[in-house]
């Protein structure tokens, strides 16, 4: 596709809320009347990780990767603010709002649409939602947003490790329920996938490429070969991901649409208290815009497979996981762009 650039990026990813939303609808068309498509993609999983989305996720990963020298993420801890920041959002705030929002609207604004036990279960996938913040994608904003990749892989790194600990415990303290448990192969295979992995393909190439054909060569004339995979990466995925929860759509089209509103308020929320907070700290656009991507993202292939686990593929719990899915893309590339408007908010 021939690229034309239009307020400093690809005519690509300028209309990339026009290819998401097609997206959207040719992988529920695919999913309602080609289901042969997912049903054969679906054979293909470990630990209710896809392994066709995982190479795209990877695929995705990979450019931005290559960006990232080793000498300056060993820097990121001489201003670890940017990191102080996400951690407190993700973990001292991000759980509660979303209880409190979630609660707020299936419990009372919508207790006359929602029978009171489905209201407890639409809760309790929210609860799961709220406290997985994102691995994979935020890769994504962060590219789009052209935030630091070292800092991002930081931020997502050492969210990683908080899940380890504390996703067990704040799950089980809000939805009052005890035996809550990680799908640890899941979660080991995603940061092994999503992180690991990229991470040291993109340093090993990023050394190899620059040794040989030195740093302009890679700067100038490599990188830009990669400028729409990230991209294009992410609509592939859409389409696979929608194929296989189409039916599920289709068949909760209210409820669905009730789930998405207090999902999108808590993305909102949590996204402009990070990035505010980030602006009253005088961080650097390029730490300000992913952190407040990472609070607002969710790591929903560890939430639907936290819901599943616990309580079957045709909970309500579930549902709630996957509306998640379906919200957040749209939502985050509008964050996406009232980031990119607002970087002379923050210091040069």
Known sequence: MAKEKIAGISFFEHYLTIWVALCMVAGILIGRFLPGIPEFLGRFEYANVSI?????????IYPMMLKVDFQSIKDVGRSPKGLYLTWVVNWLIKPF??????????????????PEHMARDYLAGAVILGAAPCTAMVFV???????????????????????????????????????????????????????????TAGIYTRRTVIRNKGFDYFQNR????????????????????????????????????????????QTFLIFFIAYLAARVLKLKHDVA?????????????????????????????ALATIVGVLVEVPVMLTLVKIANRTKGWFPA
Do not use: C, R
Not at 52 to 60: H, K, N, R, S
Not at 97 to 114: E, K, N, R
Not at 160 to 175: C, E, K
């Open 222 to 265: 490599f990188l830009p070969k990669f400028n729409n995979i990230t991209v294009g990466g992410l609509l592939l995925t859409l389409i696979i991901i929608f194929s296989f929860q189409g039916h599920v759509i289709l068949q909760n089209p209210l409820h669905i649409f009730l789930i998405a509103i207090p999902l999108t308020l």
């Open 97 to 114: 709002t979303m209880f409190g929002i979630s609660y707020l609207f299936f419990h009372v604004i919508f207790s006359a649409l929602i």
């Open 52 to 60: 066709p989305i995982a190479i795209l996720i990877w695929l995705m």
């Open 289 to 317: 815009a992913p952190a407040g991507m990472i609070g607002a993202s969710n790591f929903f292939e560890l939430a639907v497979a936290v819901a599943i686990a616990l309580f079957g593929t045709q909970s309500p719990v």
């Open 141 to 199: 904003w962060s590219h789009l947003t052209k935030g630091n990749a070292a800092y991002t892989v930081v931020q997502v790194a050492t969210n990683d490790l908080i899940i380890l600990v504390a996703f067990t415990p704040i799950v089980a303290l809000l939805l009052g329920i005890g035996g809550i448990s990680i799908p640890w192969a899941t979660l080991i295979l995603s940061v092994v996938l999503f992180v690991v992995i990229p991470l």
